[in-house]
């Protein structure tokens, strides 16, 4: 076993290939692999060859610093590091003392909690209302903004829903025993409006089985291939622009249904089993139920 991390992998492409793949089998979303491998990537060039040690870790985090990039990335850039670190432990690549060395490098502390982007009930009802329905791509972007708002999915889960999903339970129609991150399963309820929106693109488009939300060629045929994630994220970029709303992304969309559902009276432990959060106080920093921005409490200050 090798005293510093792999002294002879920088030096030789194909180990440090076996090394990425490792870092990269160890994690099942495949967000985590991409943000997980960038982290890997960014070490090892500003490494230049030299043995991972302490050292090398702590100039890393030191340059992340200087980039201005947030606590939250750094943070999780160097939890990538003790994943890679803790695996060649295991597999018997680094030394036991040199991996606690290593993984005990600390973390930039982060102050506070990112307010994040929510919708109003007016601007997402503004948003879906930019979408041109009497064209068959309408009615498919139409039906994904309708169950991102809806159903609080994220986009991966929406670009991966399959009819098989959609099913019955307890009288009303829900996406039952979905898969998502890492590997939790729930099942989701799907409000008419939404299963409204689903009904008439798959009806135009002739989907009875397999993939939902489809590709289209040019000349508007529906293809047998589920769109990407990207895709989903561009088809609500471009729904939020024709809105006259910036900054927006699919994951805003999962923040504000949570929040409307919560204005709603909706429970806490509800909007978490909805959105198939582990941690109760995750729930809580989507809601950001400590701070009240619409009706804050300096606005009463009448200075």
Not at 127 to 133: I, P
Not at 135 to 143: C, Q, T, V
Not at 239 to 251: E, F, T
Request: aromatic share 4%.
């Amino acid at each position: 076993m090798s005293s510093c991390l792999y002294k002879t992998s920088v030096t030789n492409p194909d180990s440090l290939t076996a090394l990425r793949r490792m870092l990269s089998n160890a994690v099942v979303s495949r967000h985590t692999q991409r943000a997980y491998l960038t982290a890997f990537d960014d070490l090892f060039t500003l490494a230049a060859g030299r043995p991972i040690s302490r050292m090398i870790l702590m100039e890393y985090r030191a340059s992340m610093v200087s980039e201005g990039l947030s606590a939250a990335t750094i943070n999780q850039r160097l939890c990538a590091i003790r994943k890679l670190v803790n695996e060649a432990r295991e597999n018997g690549l680094i030394d036991p003392a040199e991996a606690v060395r290593l993984t005990s490098v600390p973390g930039v502390p982060q102050n506070g909690v990112r307010l994040g982007t929510w919708l109003t009930k007016e601007e997402t009802q503004l948003m879906l209302a930019t979408v041109d329905c009497t064209e068959l791509i309408g009615k498919r972007n139409y039906a994904i903004l309708s169950v991102l708002c809806h159903c609080a999915l994220r986009r991966e889960e929406a670009a991966s829903l399959d009819t098989s999903l959609i099913q019955r339970r307890e009288g009303r129609w829900v996406i039952a025993d979905l898969i998502g991150k890492r590997g939790r399963i729930r099942t989701v309820p799907i409000p008419r409006a939404a299963k409204e929106a689903l009904d008439e693109w798959t009806g135009a488009a002739g989907i009875t089985s397999g993939p939902i939300f489809r590709r289209m060629r040019k000349g508007g045929a529906v293809t047998g291939f589920p769109l990407s994630a990207w895709a989903i994220w561009d088809v609500v970029v471009t729904a939020a622009k024709a809105a006259g709303i910036g900054h927006l992304s699919p994951h805003d969309l999962r923040r504000t249904c949570a929040k409307l559902c919560r204005k709603a009276g909706g429970e806490l432990e509800q909007i978490q089993a909805l959105l198939g959060h582990e941690d109760l106080s995750t729930t809580a920093r989507y809601l950001n139920s400590t701070q009240q921005i619409q009706h804050a409490v300096n606005d009463r200050l009448a200075l």
